[in-house]
């Protein structure tokens, strides 16, 4: 969406999360994210500080960066409305049955998406679309 602006990217969900409480009309992506934001109260106060967009947030202090949290989440959302990587949302629809709670299912199902997306970025190349859905099927035999 950004490319490797990671300030102007945590901008656009603080502005798209602003446009929501006040009422303005959302469309498209922005409408996503103000959504993903919205299933995530304990972001809202980060959301309202402006100093959050260049702050830094790494595993060594025992932290989960939120706007990767939400970003994984919009991620996800967009996948599923294209079924990209085909049959995608098949696998989806199962994992929330199997979880029975849809956040959850998203949850579990970004733990593989941000491996794959981890992998990509370490190798230098493009997301493993064929590990990324096995990955899936794996959570899915480990949730019988």
Do not use: K
Not at 26 to 51: F, M, Q, S, T, W
Not at 105 to 110: F, Q, S
């Amino acid at each position: 969406m950004f490319g490797q602006d990671r300030t102007q990217m945590r901008r656009f969900f603080r502005e798209s999360w602003r446009r929501r409480q006040a009422g303005e009309p959302l469309e498209g992506v922005a409408r996503l994210v103000a959504e993903v934001v919205a299933a995530h109260p304990e972001y809202h106060a980060l959301l309202a500080d402006p100093e959050a967009e260049g702050r830094d947030w790494t595993p060594e202090q025992g932290e989960t960066n939120p706007f990767l949290h939400m970003g994984l989440h919009v991620g996800l959302a967009e996948q599923l409305q294209t079924d990209r990587p085909a049959g995608i949302v098949a696998l989806y629809q199962r994992l929330v049955r199997a979880c029975d709670d849809p956040h959850q299912a998203d949850h579990r199902l970004m733990e593989c998406l941000g491996q794959v997306l981890w992998e990509a970025q370490r190798n230098q190349t493009l997301p493993d679309e064929a590990g990324y859905l096995e990955c899936i099927r794996r959570l899915l035999a480990g949730a019988r």
